[in-house]
């Protein structure tokens, strides 16, 4: 069965340094989204791509973060300078018509 | 208030029990899908409903959509622990193609 997978599982890291999530959506999937998910609270949406470009974003979704479909295959999510409150659960997610399946995350420890 | 409410907020049922969670938007449904979630671990599609009145059932779980209550219901029939975890509800309230707003989740355990 297809499925959207992410590296790394969980990365820990200083505060102020730069960290890179990567996810490989399924293969005919045409949209693509970062979600993420504090302990214990809600997911929260953070950016939508579609047709190689950002098609929605949130408040969240600030200066810091950028997202990039590098290869066609691979989609990135990038935070230039990690804050301690950039601490969650990472979820990619993708979409063909209906159906949107979640990866299984990407853990972020901001020291 | 929140855009999706989702009811109860826990529940704690026996094993063998049959139970119903809830989730209701305060804005038109586009779409609505259910996941369930392991503490501190990724999201398992369950279910996606799109047109008011369908229902889709997997296994012991059915899901159905009331578009004109802007709501859907989750039900587990004869519960067991693996159904156990947390249930949270996706709605596309902004268009088809809107991105998902989640709830708040429900915390279903399951005692043996």
């Known amino acids: 069965e297809p499925e959207v997978t992410q590296t790394p599982s969980h990365q820990v890291t200083q505060m102020g340094q730069e960290v890179i999530l990567r996810c490989v959506p399924i293969s005919n999937h045409l949209y693509f989204y970062w979600y993420r998910q504090i302990l214990g609270q809600k997911v929260e949406f953070l950016v939508s791509?579609?047709?190689?470009?950002?098609?929605?974003k949130s408040e969240i979704f600030d200066d810091q973060f950028s997202v990039e479909r590098p290869d066609g295959s691979n989609f990135t999510l990038k935070i230039r300078s990690t804050k301690l409150e950039d601490s969650a659960m990472y979820f990619c997610?993708?979409?063909?018509?209906?159906?949107?399946?979640f990866g299984e995350g990407s853990r972020l420890t901001v020291l | 208030s929140q855009e999706l409410e989702q009811s109860p907020q826990s529940l704690i049922v026996q094993e063998g029990k049959n139970l119903t969670i809830n989730c209701t938007s305060s804005?038109?449904?586009?779409?609505l899908y259910w996941y369930k979630q392991k503490y501190g671990e990724g999201l398992i599609f369950l279910m996606m409903?799109?047109?008011?009145?369908e229902e889709k059932s997997h296994e012991k779980i059915t899901a159905k959509l009331d578009e004109k209550k802007q709501q859907s219901s989750l039900h587990i029939t004869a519960s067991q622990p693996s159904h156990a975890g947390i249930y949270l509800c996706?709605?596309?309230?902004?268009?088809?193609?809107?991105?998902?707003?989640f709830g708040k989740g429900i915390t279903l355990s399951v005692r043996p």
């Open positions: 996706g709605a596309l309230l902004g268009g088809a193609n809107s991105k998902l707003t």
């Open positions: 791509f579609y047709n190689n470009e950002i098609s929605e």
């Open positions: 409903l799109q047109k008011g009145g």
């Open positions: 997610a993708s979409r063909a018509r209906g159906e949107l399946f």
């Open positions: 804005k038109t449904l586009y779409g």
